[in-house]
């Protein structure tokens, strides 16, 4: 995955965020990973450019919650 469209998924990711009022979306855990072309192997290159862009953006990623045995991925913009 380049970086173009990693910096695309993270704009997709800060549009859901900014439209929330509590500055929050959820992601299911394995629909993202699949979406980045990780459904069953992890490439850690790949999931170190995503923390690196999303610390860049100050989005803070926390861990899987679940709901209904999913998991899901909590993202949420940091205040400046």
């Not at 500055?23 to 855990?29: A, C, D, I, Q, S």
Request: charged content about 40%.
């Amino acid at each position: 995955m380049k970086l173009k469209e990693i910096r695309g998924i993270v704009k997709e990711i800060i549009f859901d965020i900014e439209k929330n009022k509590l500055n929050l979306t959820y992601r299911n855990y394995e629909t993202f990973l699949e979406r980045i072309g990780m459904g069953k192997k992890r490439n850690f290159k790949i999931l170190t450019k995503f923390d690196y862009q999303f610390k860049k953006k100050k989005i803070l990623h926390f861990g899987a919650e679940k709901k209904k045995s999913k998991k899901y991925l909590g993202l949420k913009r940091v205040k400046r």
